[in-house]
């Protein structure tokens, strides 16, 4: 079992930054062993995966983010984090960090984050 919290959302404006985190409480696991992602949900618009890493930290990432977003990982912390940089309106959207394990996959409440023009 695996919950996760998301936090760092916020208004920025366009061109600026933000850090997302996301803390995991794993039960009955270890928390290295799950590939963890981020994902975002525009309004009126289907959920996307915009990174992913690996146990061991191999990354991807969407074209629509890539060069802009970096994904990173603290096992010995049970978190991952979302660097953001050169934000811009298109970026606005709920923030989802996920777990995938060999059977099913873990969703935090999600963090809202705002980029104005």
């Known amino acids: 079992q695996v919950q996760l919290v998301e936090s760092g959302g916020g208004l920025e404006q366009t061109g600026g930054s933000l850090r997302l985190s996301c803390a995991a409480s794993v039960t009955g696991g270890i928390f290295s062993i799950y590939v963890m992602a981020w994902y975002r949900q525009a309004p009126g618009k289907q959920r996307e995966l915009i990174a992913t890493i690996t146990s061991s930290g191999s990354t991807n990432y969407a074209d629509s983010v890539k060069g802009r977003f970096t994904i990173s990982r603290d096992n010995a912390k049970n978190m991952i984090f979302l660097q953001m940089n050169s934000l811009n309106p298109e970026d606005t959207a709920v923030y989802y960090c996920?777990?995938?394990?060999?059977?099913?996959?873990?969703w935090g409440q999600g963090t809202q984050v705002t980029v104005s023009s």
């Open positions: 996920n777990a995938a394990g060999a059977f099913r996959m873990y």
